[in-house]
C-alpha cells in the first residue's frame, strides 16, 4: 500500500501543483485498476494518505500510511532544497534579481523548514534532524546561506 501511494502521491502536481495532492488522490481512487488489489476500506486510506502528504497540510495526517509518506517527501539535503528552490524561482519569477531569489529562498526555507516551520516530520529520521540543524545554521549565518546558495547554483 506504501509503494502504492508513493507512486501517486505527486501524479498531478503538473496540472495544478497547489491542489496536487487531492487531484492525485483522484487518479488514484478513481483507477479501476485499484480495485483489483486492494479493498475499499484500503483504497480510502490511501486515498487519505495521498491528500495528507503536503508539508503544508493544517492537520496531523489521518493514518500511519499519511504520517509515512509525508515524513518521507520531506527534503533532507540543503543542497537539493537550495537548487529546487533557485529553479523555481527561475521559472516563475525571472524578473528578480540574484539577491531577490537568495531572499526569497532564505525566507522560504526557514518559514518550511525553520523551528516552527510548517514541514513537521512524524518519523524518527536522523538525515532529517541533521537537515534541521543545517537549516538552523544557515537561519543564524545569513552571509553563510547566500555563500552556500550561490555555490550550489553556481552564480559568481
Known amino acids: 500500500m506504501l509503494y502504492t501511494v508513493a507512486a501517486f502521491h505527486d501524479l498531478a502536481h503538473h496540472i495544478d501543483k497547489d491542489k496536487h495532492e487531492v487531484l492525485s488522490a483522484q487518479i488514484f481512487y478513481e483507477n479501476e485498476k485499484m480495485t483489483e488489489f486492494f479493498s475499499p476500506e484500503e483504497r480510502l486510506l490511501m486515498k487519505e494518505a495521498i ?11 489521518r493514518n500511519d500510511y499519511g504520517k509515512i509518506l509525508s515524513s518521507a517527501d520531506r527534503s533532507t539535503d540543503i543542497s537539493e532544497l537550495l537548487r529546487r528552490t533557485h529553479a523555481y524561482s527561475c521559472t516563475h519569477y525571472p524578473h528578480m534579481t540574484t539577491i531577490e531569489m537568495i531572499d526569497r529562498a532564505y525566507n522560504h526555507m526557514i518559514k518550511k523548514y525553520g523551528i516552527e516551520g510548517y514541514a513537521p516530520i512524524y518519523c524518527k529520521d536522523s538525515a532529517y534532524e541533521k537537515f534541521k540543524k543545517e537549516v538552523n545554521h544557515y537561519k ?8 552556500k546558495y550561490r555555490e550550489v547554483n553556481k552564480i559568481t
Do not use: C, G, T, V
Open 51 to 61: 491528500i495528507d502528504h503536503r508539508a503544508s497540510l493544517e492537520y496531523i495526517p
Open 140 to 147: 543564524e549565518d545569513k552571509k553563510e546561506f547566500i555563500k
